[in-house]
């Protein structure tokens, strides 16, 4: 099974935050996702993101990837991939 880290956008029409999860590649983007290692909400000055380094470096011990937009939050955060 191959594992992403990836953006699963949840809020209304227009007002988006985002949950930072793990899921299987093959799920949907709002899909069933194996775990919620953060969140991120871009509409607050400075946008706002949550990080669980703990939780992202164990899946990433067992081969999960981050897509490009979570690997430059981790970045910004400080969380290396």
Known sequence: MS?????ARHGSKKRPYY????ADVRAPR???NL?????????TEPAEVKLDAEKIGAWI?????PTPIVA???K???VAA
């Open 72 to 74: 430059k939050l981790m």
């Open 76 to 78: 910004q955060a400080g």
């Open 35 to 43: 775990t919620q290692v953060g969140s991120y909400n871009p509409l």
């Open 3 to 7: 594992v992403k880290i990836r953006l």
């Open 30 to 32: 709002d899909g069933r």
């Open 19 to 22: 949950r930072i999860v793990v």
């Open 61 to 65: 011990k067992k081969g999960a990837k």
